[in-house]
């Protein structure tokens, strides 16, 4: 008689859900590591987040990917959460721990600064100033990690300034926040410019920048990866400045996730971002 092997389950919260390629990324790797487990897609509408998490014990599951609009409800319903996920203010993975209990951390600022040196290699954080536009959730992980990473300034700017001043006030107001008006001449002198809002996203309007004032070896991050090449990165690279898209970004902080509910530690390869890819329209 064949050993049966222990079933692992894990997934992804979301309202809406259908549109992530977390189940298509770890689907891959359970293939590709022959693990005997699934990632399911888990549509939790706001008002019930917290037993969606409370019954994952319940349900045999090892833990889950949390994303939009719950990662920040997330850090109130989880039993202990780390000192990455607390700078950053949201949680995006989950442990369920033997016992039952839940703990949350926050990938997103290593998937960031891994995707970054691997889209760009040689690239430094202190290689200058960087520019981050958005003050959402994504721009608090690219923020968080930029400072960490020892990024020397951090020029912050949103279309609702308030929201810029909230994020900047939350890293001890060393980030400096300008207003979006400025956005054109704040890309003067930078060494990194970071898009982390949903314009360029398919669906919705491109993000209006001048990038005459870039300096041409500036690294351009746009977060956005549906579509791969945004306008910002289609300019970008038409002036000679190095890109780097937002699929990367996705593929690297499912690493960590995966590795704590299944067991291996898995790599981003060729092979999987095609696989990705081609699901993107």
Known sequence: MSERREFRIAGVIGWPISHS??????????????????????????GRLERALRGLAALGFAGCNVTIPHKEEAMRHVDRVDAIATRIGAVNTIV?????????????????????????RGWRAD????????????????????????????RLLNRTR????????????????????????????AALLVNSTNQGMAGQPPLELALDDLPRTAVVNDLVYNPLQTPLLRAARARGNPTVDGLGMLLHQARPGFHA?????????????????????
């Open 21 to 46: 390629r977390s189940p298509v990324l770890h689907g891959y790797w359970l293939r590709h590591h022959d693990i005997h487990g699934v990632y399911l897609p888990l549509p939790v509408p706001p």
């Open 162 to 189: 308030a929201r810029a001043d909230e994020l900047c006030n939350a890293f001890n107001n060393v980030v400096r926040v300008l207003d979006w008006h400025e956005r054109h001449a704040a890309l003067a002198g």
């Open 261 to 281: 509910w299944f067991g291996v530690l898995p790599e981003i390869t060729p092979e999987l971002r095609t696989a990705i890819e081609v699901t993107i329209g």
């Open 96 to 120: 369920v721990q033997p016992d039952g209990s839940l703990s949350g951390t926050n990938t997103d600022g290593y998937g960031f600064i891994e995707n970054l040196r691997d889209g760009h």
């Open 127 to 154: 290689a200058g100033s960087a520019v981050v536009l958005g003050a959402g959730g994504a721009a608090r992980s690219v923020v968080f990690s930029l400072l960490e990473a020892g990024a020397p300034e951090i």
